[in-house]
């Protein structure tokens, strides 16, 4: 199809329709900043510093990187001098913030606040870009000496890489909007002040700052001067990129991170330039004007199929664009796919249960991915030239996998239903920035905004220029590693909640970030009904490249949308994590989670091209089970006995009374294969059928649950007279049982306890109770296994089964059961806010 903008030109021409052409359009872009108060103090910045340069072909590659050590060179240099500016503008901040608080104040807090707003911020920023470089090059130039030969110039040249510096800079120049905001203000202050208080007038033009480091050489500034500096120094951004990249070979693996830092750098001033020229904004209701709020890069999944495409979220719509890359030296274009006004917008999310065969090829994926990775390794530490190249083309083909990734593996998605009947939907890997995406949305059409149609050839074309996000979030297209990110096996243990506003059924979702070849997310079961759900329950992640763990917190309602109470992030320090568990409390809002973390380091194995199946919890052995889900309690006990607690204990006949043996066999099943889905479906059949479960799980345990080595003792005790003697050796005696098998069995006794004090409603006796169960919690030993000692009657058996549970059920001082593992950690528990 022909491009909309192509159609529209033509359209108008052929009304006689007068037409700005494209060079036309690009002198409205050469002037940065246009309000006055502004432009007196810039230049212009050129379109020739704006287009994508032209890799030089006369060049060798070892002598375009030999122009581009001295370019960096001169970088740093100039880093370092721009550091000490902003470093002598700060000098007086913190005097003139104390005397903001005396009699005789030379600034008001508001004026300091207004003065130095956003600089130590910028300070930073460079400091940190600074320090990085200097540490770069001053490691190559030990390697160029080390070699001490012009021929390995190139060699050592394509090893310095620096793109992901330039590139962390870039994407953190939103702080120079900030301080462009702010600097009309600035200057006003310092005006007035320099005029009306004589102390600021003598600080304000003797503004001094070391030249070179040294105290005997001194520059001096007033305070306009140097609060013109970063002005001055976002203008040049672009140019330096630009003599960074023209001087770096297309194949060397810095390239793609410059590119894309001079596309952000260049997109940052283009829309400087737009938001200053108000004559191209639109008037919404209320005064408002259209304005972008977020952007990002989501899956379409409108008609049926995946794409990926650039979402814009403006104060009044939400567009959705098809993003074409330009030939170099070109304006990338965006293509109009739809719109809908936020006005009256409805959202719903679910979750999408995959197909098998998606599921295969997205797990197919990922171990391709994981060899390329691999490979790229490998040819970088060989370090030649020829290696380097074909680096390269490896990254470059893990960067398309992972893209191809992103449109296949997102399982959330967010529906969206326009009043006019439209509806639209888009999918998201993460339910982080799922719910981003609709507390955003959700705010702005609570405002009410009424909707002007808008030009969607003018809009769609604007795209280039306002985005903030360049490029999808691939994390293959950073080709260094960072030494601060976690490689090994991350365990979450997540223990209770705190905070709900009203009784609910709550799972917790845990996410990573990282290189994705294998699973970044995973979740608990659903809670019972409650106030202060507990799970208890361990989650155990593979990581690669991570760096921030992501927690959220959601109610499961039944036949009705799951809804996120709260969320919140966490910086994962590679650090302070060990195989020791670290405790903490994350404030979710409202809501507060408390969870432990664990961490070891080590090379992981290559993911799996298959699905990894739930291990199988029935006809198990209740150590294997428990080890597996890393607890002391099996959950398929745990959640079994909390769905009888939340709506069983007034049944008559709870446990004596058999539930449907379809149901039983269907949650068995489920229990087998997927957790919360089972956790879901226990909600939702008769309650007798949750029992026979539970049951049925004792029944088929290849060991019963108190070891069949104890029947005999167990029998004799019933044989002492005296009842405290009887209940201390029976205890005695459970304390030899596994820990899985004592605490399971401690849990489910004080369950029965609790069930037998509602025996007046539900006929449920401790003797109905022990008869019930004593035959599935304990067995007698198996003639001719190597059993020792007399055998017990058959008629004995049921006698001695009941009873002994009959007389653990009778016990008042049972010890309390524990349901995890214990996470004893180094310190005192952390409280992390955010």
Known sequence: ?????????????????????????????????????????????????????????????????????VVLKGILESEEVYLRELEALLMPMKALRASAGTSQPVLSSCQ??????????LRDLHQSFYSGLKARLSAQCQTESSTGGERETSHTGFELMVGDLFL??????????????????????????????????????????????????????????????????????????????????????????????????????????????????????????????RDGFVVDASEGERSLRHLFLYTDLLLCTRFKHASRGKHDQYRFCWYLPLAGLKLRWVTEQERSDTQIRVHTMRAKMYFLRQQIQQHKAKGSKAMAALAARHRKKLEQMELMLMV??????????????????FLLSSLYELEEWREAIHKLTTDNIETVPPDLLTLTCACGKLRMTQQPPLHSSNPVEDEESLCGTLTVAIHSACGLQQ?????????????????????????????????????????????????????????????????????????????????????????????????????????????????????????????????????????????????????????????????????????????????TRLRSVEINAVSGVLKLYFRELPEPLIPTELFQSLARTLDIQDINARLVSMLSLLQ???????????????????????????????????????????????????????????????????????????????????????HATDAEDETTHM
């Open 112 to 121: 300091v606040q207004t003065v130095f707003y956003q600089v130590p911020e």
């Open 1 to 69: 199809m022909m491009d909309v903008y192509q159609e529209a030109v033509n359209y108008l021409e052929t009304e006689h329709v007068p037409v700005v052409v494209e060079a036309e359009a690009d002198v409205l872009e050469e002037d940065v900043f246009q309000e006055e108060a502004v432009s007196c103090y810039l230049s212009p910045l050129h379109s020739e510093s704006l287009d994508f340069p032209d890799t030089p072909t006369s060049c060798s590659p070892e002598e375009m990187l030999e122009r581009r050590l």
């Open 503 to 679: 009784p609910a059924c709550v799972y917790v979702c845990v996410e990573v970030d990282g290189n994705a070849f294998y699973e970044k997310q995973t979740q608990t079961r659903s809670s019972v009904h409650s106030l202060n759900p507990h799970w208890d329950q361990e989650l155990s992640l593979q990581v690669d490249g991570a760096q921030n763990l992501r927690v959220l917190c959601v109610s499961q309602s039944d036949g009705q949308d799951d809804t996120v109470l709260g969320k919140a992030s966490v910086t994962l320090d590679s650090k302070t994590l060990n195989k020791r568990w670290r405790r903490q409390t994350l404030h979710l809002g409202q809501v507060e989670v408390t969870l432990s973390l664990k961490y070891s380091h080590h090379p992981l194995d290559p993911p799996s091209s298959m699905a990894q199946q739930q291990q199988p919890v029935f006809c198990v052995p209740i150590g294997t089970a428990a080890q597996q889900e890393g607890v002391l309690v099996p959950h398929v006990v745990r959640c079994c006995v909390e769905e009888v607690e939340r709506r069983g204990m007034n049944e008559v006949g709870i446990y004596r009374v058999s539930g449907t043996a379809s149901d039983i066999g269907v949650l068995k099943t489920v229990f087998n294969s997927n957790l919360r889905e089972a956790v």
């Open 168 to 293: 962390k800079m870039v994407n953190q120049i939103g702080l120079y909007g900030g301080f462009i905001g702010n600097y009309e203000k600035a200057v006003e202050v310092v005006h007035k002040c320099t005029q009306s208080d004589p102390r600021f007038r003598t600080l304000a033009e003797s503004m001094m700052s070391n030249n070179n480091g040294s105290d005997k050489t001194r520059t001096t500034y007033t305070f306009e001067a140097l609060l013109y500096k970063p002005l001055d120094r976002v203008t040049k951004t672009t140019l330096v990129l630009r003599d960074v990249l023209k001087t770096t070979p297309v194949e060397h693996g810095d390239y793609s991170s410059l590119q894309e830092a001079l596309r952000l750098s260049r997109s940052f001033l283009s829309g400087v330039n737009e938001s200053s020229q108000s004559k191209r904004e639109v008037t919404l209701s209320h005064g408002m004007r259209r304005q972008l709020m």
């Open 408 to 425: 296949h593996s997102p399982v959330y998605r967010l529906d969206l239903h326009s009043p006019s009947g439209k509806t639209h939907s």
């Open 736 to 822: 030899s049982c596994p820990d899985p098998n004592r605490h399971t069995f401690l849990y489910i006794l004080h369950h029965l306890q609790r069930v037998s004090e509602k025996q007046d409603i539900n006929k449920m006796s401790l003797m109905n109770l022990a008869t019930v169960f004593g035959p599935s919690l304990l067995r007698p030993p198996v003639v001719g296994l190597g059993h020792d000692g007399p055998t017990v009657d058959i008629s004995q058996e049921v006698v001695v089964q009941v009873q002994v549970v009959f007389w653990y059920l009778k016990c008042n001082n049972l010890p309390e059961a524990e349901t995890s593992l214990q």
